[in-house]
C-alpha cells in the first residue's frame, strides 16, 4: 500500500496576479506533524489552503495521497450553518441564541432552516455518526458538556475546539490548522496543546507563532517573501515610525466630555444564562484600560454595548461620553467618537474591497465606501495607510493580502478619523512580532500625544502599550479585580 504523503515540486501560487508562494518543494509524511512559521505575508495561511486544495499553482506539480481536512483560521461556525451566522451582531440578540442550532446538531449536520416554525415540515439527513462515537470525540475535546448548547452561546474557546472536533470526526490523514492558538487565553492554548497532542491517528500541519509551537511537533517549515528558508532571522525588522505623517495629526480639539464609558449594575442575559452580571466599571477621558479575562468572561459583550451593536444596552444605565444611553442620541453619534477594530469585523468584510477604500470606511463608520471622498478626505486616508506602512497593498483588494495586512488596514480604518475613544479587541491577531512592536509604539505614542482614551482587549501582556494606567479583570461576567 502506497504511503501516505504530499509532495510539493518547484510549485508557485499566485492570489490574483500577485505571487504568494514561489518555487516551494517540500514533502509531509503521514507519520509526522509539522508548523509552519514566518512573518506575515510570508504565505502561511496560502500554503495551507493549496495543500487542502482551496488554491492551485500556477507552476509546478503537487501529489496527494490522503484525506485532509482543513480548518480555517477565522475559527467561526458562519462557513457550515450559513443564515444563523449572517452577520456578526445577531449573536447579540437573545431571539437568535435561542433559535439557533446546539452543537450536536452542527456535528450531526442536523440544522434547520432558520427561522423553521413547524420542525416535523423539515427532513433532515440521518445523523452522521453513531452517537457513541460523536460522544468519544466530544469527550477529547472537551466539548461533551456543550452539546446541547447553542453555538451562537459558546465561547471563543469552546467554539474552537467544537470545529476541531468536527473536523477530526470525519477521521482526515492530514489536518491543517491556520493560527489554532490565536484568540485564546492562556489557560486554553494550554488545554489545546495538550488536545492536539492527543491525536494519533492523523498528520498535524498548523500555521503558529514560534511562542506556540507544540513540543510534538516533529518538523517546522520557514517561510519568508513566499520561499522556504532553513531559519528565520533572529529579529524581523519593522517599519520605522514616518513622524512627518505623524506630527500632522498631533493638534487636536480637546474632546468635549468628562466619562467616555459608566456601566452601573448592567445585567445581559440570553435566557437562563447571564453574560454579564451586576456590571460596573467608569472609563473616564483621558484613562488607558487593559480589559482581560479569559474566552467566555464577557468582554465582547462590554465591547457589543459601547459600540451600539447590542440591543441589551437600552435595558441597562450606561453612560457614553457624558449621555445616557436612550436619551436621543443615535447610533451614529456614538459610533463617530470611537475607533474601533476586533475580528468580527475583518470577517465580514466585502471580500473585494480595496485596502484604500476599506480605510477610508472608517471616516463614515460603513461597511463599504459610498461616496466620493473630498482631497482633504483622501490625503488623510493615505497618510493613515502610510502610517501603518500598508501603502504597497492600498490598491489591492481585501481577499488578496494576508491576514496580517487586513489586521494593519483595520488598525487604520480605526484611526483615520481621530476619534477620542480608541477600542480595539485583540488589535495584533495576526501580526507577527515585528509588527506588533511597531503598532505598540505607534499606538503608545498616539495616545499618549493625543491624550486619547483606550480599552485595549488581549490575552497577551507583552502586547499592551506602555500607556495603560488601568486594568480591569473579569470573569463570567463580573469584575474579579479594578486597579
Known amino acids: 500500500m502506497e504511503d501516505k504523503r504530499i509532495v510539493f515540486d518547484k510549485v508557485n501560487v499566485a492570489i490574483g496576479e500577485h505571487p504568494v508562494l514561489k518555487d516551494i518543494n517540500l514533502t509531509i509524511e503521514h507519520s509526522n506533524s509539522y508548523a ?20 492551485f499553482p500556477r507552476q509546478g506539480e503537487i501529489t496527494k495521497n490522503g484525506s485532509i481536512e482543513f480548518v480555517p483560521g477565522d475559527y467561526k461556525f458562519h462557513r457550515y450553518v450559513g443564515t444563523v451566522y449572517q452577520y456578526y451582531q445577531q449573536r447579540y440578540h437573545a431571539y437568535d441564541s435561542e433559535l439557533g442550532p446546539t452543537l450536536y446538531e452542527v456535528l450531526q449536520n442536523q440544522v434547520k432552516p432558520m427561522g423553521t416554525i413547524d420542525e416535523q415540515s423539515v427532513e433532515l439527513e440521518d445523523p452522521l455518526y453513531e452517537d457513541d462515537y460523536l460522544l468519544e470525540v466530544a469527550y477529547l475535546f472537551k466539548v461533551d458538556h456543550l452539546l446541547n448548547r447553542k453555538i451562537t452561546s459558546l465561547s471563543t474557546g469552546e467554539t474552537r475546539r467544537s470545529l476541531l472536533a468536527r473536523s477530526v470526526l470525519k477521521q482526515p490523514d492530514f489536518l491543517l490548522l491556520d493560527n489554532p492558538f490565536v484568540g485564546l487565553d492562556k489557560q486554553s ?42 531559519h528565520l532571522p533572529e529579529n524581523l525588522a519593522h517599519p520605522s515610525l514616518n513622524h512627518t505623517i505623524f506630527k500632522k ?31 460596573s466599571w467608569t ?58 477594530v ?62 496580517g495586512e487586513q489586521r494593519l488596514a483595520f488598525l487604520a480604518r480605526a484611526m483615520v478619523k481621530n476619534p477620542p475613544l480608541l477600542i480595539l479587541d485583540e488589535p495584533c491577531q495576526g501580526l507577527d512580532y515585528g509588527q506588533m512592536v511597531h503598532f505598540r509604539e505607534l499606538l503608545n505614542q498616539i495616545v499618549v ?35
Open 36 to 55: 509552519v512559521m514566518g512573518p506575515t505575508a510570508s504565505g502561511k495561511t496560502t500554503l495551507l489552503k493549496t495543500i487542502a486544495g482551496k488554491l
Open 283 to 340: 472609563v473616564n477621558r483621558g484613562e488607558k484600560w487593559a480589559l482581560m479575562g479569559p474566552n467566555g468572561s464577557g468582554k465582547s459583550t462590554v465591547i457589543s454595548l459601547i459600540t451600539a451593536d447590542n440591543p441589551q444596552a437600552y435595558r441597562n444605565q450606561i453612560i457614553l461620553f457624558d449621555q445616557k444611553r436612550g436619551t436621543g442620541e443615535s447610533i451614529w453619534d456614538i459610533k463617530k467618537k470611537i475607533g474601533f
Open 189 to 230: 492554548r494550554e488545554l489545546l496543546r495538550k488536545i492536539l497532542s492527543q491525536l494519533k491517528e492523523v498528520s498535524l500541519v498548523l500555521v503558529c507563532s514560534e511562542s506556540d509551537l507544540p513540543e510534538f511537533i516533529d518538523h517546522v517549515f520557514y517561510l519568508k517573501d513566499g520561499k522556504l528558508v532553513d
Open 449 to 483: 500625544e493625543l491624550d486619547k482614551t483606550l480599552i485595549y482587549v488581549t490575552h497577551y501582556e507583552e502586547e499592551l502599550p506602555a500607556c495603560m494606567n488601568r486594568r480591569l479583570d473579569i470573569a463570567e461576567g463580573k469584575v474579579i479585580k479594578e486597579v
Open 249 to 279: 495629526y498631533m493638534v487636536s480639539k480637546a474632546p468635549d466630555f468628562d466619562v467616555a464609558v459608566q456601566f452601573s449594575g448592567a445585567n445581559v442575559t440570553y435566557g437562563d444564562f447571564y453574560a454579564l452580571k451586576d456590571f
Open 342 to 403: 476586533s475580528p468580527e469585523l475583518q470577517l465580514y468584510c466585502e471580500k473585494d474591497l480595496p485596502i484604500w477604500k476599506l480605510v477610508a470606511s472608517g471616516l463614515f463608520d460603513t461597511a463599504g465606501l459610498y461616496k466620493e471622498l473630498t482631497d482633504i478626505e483622501l490625503q488623510i486616508v493615505f497618510d493613515y495607510i502610510k502610517l501603518l506602512g500598508i501603502q504597497d497593498i492600498a490598491e489591492r483588494r481585501f481577499n488578496e493580502i494576508s491576514t
